[in-house]
Structures are given as structure tokens and as C-alpha cells.
């Protein structure tokens, strides 16, 4: 099955700075990415998704790229503020399997510094 | 329109005792998800549904059942619950639409087995 790794564990930003989190995946035909947001005591959020016929995608102070041969994709998030402080996670599927099976990173505690 | 709704919130059990954790989503998706959350290990799926009528195992299935009763429900049950299954479980649900990927979350049930 698949097995997606992701790295850092923690980081911790100042304000203002920019925090990159690294996810590699295993499975050459997972074709989907999405990132999750995740505030202390809530539910999972999604924040930006990737698919894999796409090789970067912005919404605003977030990005993802993808990097199908390497099976890599990374969230980029610029100028970071207080409300970033959260646990992200990566997650990859195939949704050719006639379901949308999510198979997740440990996730990344991100702590911006004001 | 509530999106995906878990009962109970929290659940404190003894050793060896049984119970069920309820899920019902009102967004008209095909398939549900359960995962449990641990520190450290990220969201691992216990078990899922793909559409009304089917369930099938995921990473975590050991001591845990499901049924999926309708389109909107979809429980999990601990027939004899352990200490080793203190977790906070998620359910989930996504379109099958192909368009459609990303999951939506419930606000989660913290069990503590004691």
C-alpha cells in the first residue's frame, strides 16, 4: 500500500517568515495531494489540493508543488502569522481504485514566534 | 446543512466493554472513512466505505467493526474494548465524484479505555 513520509516533525517560525513541510509518497499512481489544517482540539481542514496532471498551485500565501518523478510534493506557506500556529498534514490517494482512500504523514506542528 | 456529524464527543470506557461510535453526513457522498488520530502517528484508517453497501478494511482494523446503514450512516463498534484503543477517531466522507476529492471531517470522539 502506500506510505507517505513527512518531515519536519516541528518547526517553528518567526512571524513574517516562510515554513516549507516535505512529503514523499511511495505508490507512482497516487495522482491526488491534499494539505490539512489542523488547530489544537479541531477537526482536519482542507487547505489546498493537488492533483497529479498539476505541477504547482497557489491560493493566496500557500503553495504546493509536485514533483512526480522524485514522488515529492511540499506546502509552502509565506509571510506566516500567528493563526498559521497548527498541525499540517500531507496525504496522498489513487483515486483510480473507485475510492478516495486518504493515506496520511504524521503530520508537522508549526508554531510561528510573533 | 450540518456536514458530518459524530456522537458521542467523548467516552470514557472500562476495559472489555463494547460500544459504538455513530457518523451521518447530510452532503449526499458516497463514501465514508473512519480513521483514529494518536500523537505521533498521524491519521490512520480503520476502516471505509465506498459506497452504500460495502465496507472493506484499512490500515488499523483489528478489534474494531462497521456498518454502513444507509447512505447517510456509516458506525464503528468496539466489541471489547482495550486500553490499546484510547484514540480519537474521525469520521469522514467524500463525493465519488471524480471532481470531488477532498474529505470532510467530523468534530472528532475522544474514547479513553481504561
Known amino acids: 500500500g502506500e506510505n507517505v513520509e513527512q518531515h519536519p516533525s516541528t518547526l517553528s517560525v518567526q512571524e513574517g517568515d516562510s515554513a516549507v513541510i516535505k512529503c514523499t509518497y511511495s505508490?507512482?499512481?497516487?495522482?491526488?495531494f491534499p494539505w490539512y489544517k489542523q488547530e489544537l482540539g479541531k477537526r482536519p481542514q482542507l487547505i489546498i489540493d493537488?492533483?497529479?496532471?498539476?505541477g504547482e498551485k497557489k491560493d493566496q500565501r500557500i503553495a504546493v508543488t509536485l514533483n512526480k518523478t522524485a514522488k515529492h510534493f511540499s506546502l509552502h506557506i509565506t509571510e506566516t502569522q500567528p493563526e498559521d500556529s497548527a498541525v499540517y498534514f500531507c496525504a496522498a490517494s489513487n483515486s483510480g481504485a473507485g475510492s478516495y482512500q486518504l493515506t496520511f504523514g504524521k503530520g508537522t506542528k508549526l508554531s510561528v514566534i510573533p | 446543512n450540518a456536514g458530518v456529524t459524530q456522537t458521542p464527543k467523548f467516552q470514557v470506557l472500562k476495559t472489555g466493554q463494547s460500544m459504538t461510535l455513530q457518523c451521518a453526513q447530510d452532503?449526499?457522498?458516497?463514501?465514508m472513512y473512519w480513521y483514529r488520530q494518536d500523537p505521533g502517528m498521524g491519521l490512520r484508517l480503520i476502516y471505509y466505505?465506498?459506497?452504500?453497501?460495502?465496507?472493506d478494511k484499512g490500515e488499523v482494523p483489528n478489534g474494531y467493526n462497521v456498518s454502513r446503514l444507509n447512505k447517510r450512516e456509516f458506525s464503528l463498534r468496539l466489541e471489547s474494548a482495550a486500553p490499546s484503543q484510547t484514540s480519537v477517531y474521525f469520521c469522514a466522507s467524500s463525493a465519488l465524484d471524480r471532481l470531488i476529492y477532498g474529505y470532510t471531517f467530523g468534530s472528532g470522539t475522544r474514547l479513553t479505555v481504561v
Open positions: 505508490d507512482s499512481a497516487s495522482n491526488y
Open positions: 452532503m449526499n457522498h458516497n463514501s
Open positions: 493537488i492533483r497529479s496532471n498539476v
Open positions: 466505505s465506498a459506497s452504500e453497501g460495502t465496507t
